[in-house]
Structures are given as structure tokens and as C-alpha cells.
């Protein structure tokens, strides 16, 4: 069994506490969901990457949507034996329907999906609207520009 620690990326990032909790608590061997298996990555300061292993699968046998802070994988593969006459004999290439469900923190999209060499590679970008990001509040000092608010200045 397998156990990603979150724990480094929760001093290092803010406002991402919600998505590695959620994301620990789908790894969390009561759910029972181990395929397909996946990588989470951190690529930059504001960027993301799930990893997952799809051997077997095309483009057109996977779907992905993001809908609501929840990002769904979904791949279905059509019974392909007997297509080129050959009959299998053992199966050891996982080809089953799966479903995975991330759930992702506000702000975060979407910004591309990549299958090469059997993984599947999608990357989230987390954007912060303008409105929300910090901004600067400028110090004035006391008693250097004071300002007369009512009445006339003494002569």
C-alpha cells in the first residue's frame, strides 16, 4: 500500500490545503480505488500535474471533464478480441472502464491533457482573479501631510 505525504506542499503553497486534503483522502485504501494508478506533481509555483498510466488506451477512448472544482477522467476501451482473428489467451494488459474524480480547489483549471507513451498528462493551472490577488496599501507617515478636514486655516 501506498501513501503520498501532502504535508511538505502545505508550507509552501496557500489556499491548497482543501485540494491536497481531498486528494490524500481519495488515496485512503477505504475508498478502494487503485486503477488507474497516478502521479500529482507540483511543475511550478502556481501549476500542476496529475500523471496517470493508461496503457492500452487511445485519445478517443478517454474523456475528460472539469465541471465545478471536479475534474473526471473517464476511459472506456471496446472488446477488441477477435477484430484481427487472433483469440487471447491471457489478459495481463489492464483495458476495464475506470472513472477517477479529483476534486480541485477554487481558482484552478484546466490547461491541457497529453497522452504519450501510455500516460496521460494533464496540467492545472491555478489562476487567481485580479480582483482577489493582494495588493499593496501604501504607509503614510503621521503628521507629514496633514490634512485640514473642516474650517478655515488659522492666520
Known amino acids: 500500500m501506498r501513501h503520498v505525504d501532502f504535508s511538505p506542499l502545505y508550507r509552501s503553497t496557500v489556499g491548497f490545503d482543501r485540494l491536497?486534503?481531498?486528494?490524500?483522502?481519495?488515496t485512503q485504501p477505504d475508498n478502494g480505488q487503485t486503477y488507474p494508478p497516478y502521479n500529482i506533481e507540483r511543475t511550478?509555483?502556481?501549476?500542476?500535474r496529475i500523471?496517470?498510466?493508461?496503457a492500452g488506451f487511445d485519445e478517443g477512448d478517454i474523456s475528460i471533464e472539469a465541471h465545478r472544482n471536479v475534474l473526471t477522467i473517464k476511459g472506456a476501451k471496446a472488446?477488441?478480441?477477435?477484430?484481427?482473428?487472433?483469440?487471447?489467451?491471457?489478459?495481463?494488459?489492464?483495458?476495464?472502464?475506470?472513472?477517477?474524480?479529483?476534486?480541485?480547489?477554487?481558482?484552478?483549471?484546466?490547461?491541457?491533457a497529453e497522452l504519450k507513451n501510455g500516460l496521460l498528462?494533464?496540467?492545472?493551472?491555478?489562476?487567481?482573479?485580479?480582483?482577489?490577488?493582494?495588493?499593496?496599501?501604501?504607509?503614510?507617515?503621521?503628521?507629514s501631510t496633514a490634512k485640514q478636514i473642516e474650517g478655515k486655516a488659522a492666520h
Open 44 to 48: 511550478g509555483e502556481d501549476a500542476y
Open 51 to 54: 500523471t496517470m498510466a493508461v
Open 79 to 112: 472488446d477488441v478480441d477477435g477484430e484481427d482473428g487472433a483469440e487471447t489467451l491471457y489478459r495481463g494488459i489492464a483495458s476495464r472502464a475506470f472513472e477517477r474524480r479529483f476534486q480541485l480547489a477554487d481558482h484552478v483549471e484546466v490547461s491541457g
Open 20 to 26: 491536497f486534503t481531498m486528494l490524500d483522502s481519495i
Open 121 to 143: 498528462h494533464i496540467d492545472l493551472k491555478r489562476n487567481i482573479p485580479e480582483e482577489m490577488k493582494p495588493r499593496k496599501i501604501e504607509i503614510s507617515a503621521a503628521g
